[in-house]
């Protein structure tokens, strides 16, 4: 669906993965998480991010004092990044039906206080290929407006959500302000981890 008319090319799919696919999901990414494990970026400026990172894919996005990019190893362990799974590149084939699979998928853990600030995705090689996001976990108020002028509005990805930036909606502003704590039971210890699909190269 488009729960937004005036953002053509947002797409949503709200419970896109019953729980049980939620949590094997889950399963998979603790298990990539062991070989390369969630650290906290910092941004270009030296600020760390709220969020921690690790990536899936041929190439994954970092950030750090030299810049944003894609690059084929994690940067604490050297060791390329772990396959993207299987579950996720049948949902990119199937709702965004785009002819590539993605090269890349980034892993952002939330926990109570982190959040995202409004940006844009242009670190891509091709910017006409559709973003492809999966929630999991606590609930996060997500905040999207049009590339350009215009007003920003809010809608809660919960667990198993998935939604897409395509066509007119891919340099979307997005971000996220904050989670709501509590909100599911899937993660032990609580809190949110998205996970973008992109098609980096
Ligand atoms: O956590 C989210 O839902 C958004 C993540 C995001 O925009 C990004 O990683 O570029
Ligand atoms: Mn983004």
């Known amino acids: 669906m488009e729960p937004f008319p005036d953002l053509p090319g947002f797409h949503y799919w709200p419970g896109r993965l019953h729980e049980a696919a939620q949590a094997s999901l889950l399963a998979e990414i603790d298990t990539a998480l062991a070989m390369a494990p969630l650290y906290r970026p910092v941004t270009p400026g030296g600020k760390p991010f709220s969020v921690r990172m690790s990536n899936f894919g041929a190439l994954g996005w970092v950030s750090d004092r030299a810049g ?51 940006h844009q995705d242009r670190d891509e090689a091709d910017l006409c290929a559709p ?43 997005h971000g996220i302000d904050r989670l709501l704590a509590g909100s599911s039971r899937l993660m032990p210890g609580g809190g949110r981890i998205n996970l973008t699909l992109r098609q980096a190269a």
């Open 131 to 173: 973003v492809l996001s999966v929630s999991l976990g606590d609930t996060a108020v997500f905040r999207i407006g049009p590339a350009g002028k215009g007003p920003t509005r809010s809608l809660k990805l919960a667990s198993g959500d998935v939604c897409a930036l395509t066509g007119p909606a891919r340099l979307a502003r």
């Open 68 to 118: 944003y990019r894609y690059q084929p190893t994690h940067p604490g362990t050297g060791a390329p990044w772990p396959p993207i799974p299987p579950v996720l590149l049948n949902l990119w084939a199937e709702l965004t039906g785009w002819p590539r699979p993605p090269d890349a998928c980034l892993i952002n853990l939330y926990r109570e206080d982190a959040r995202m600030g409004l």
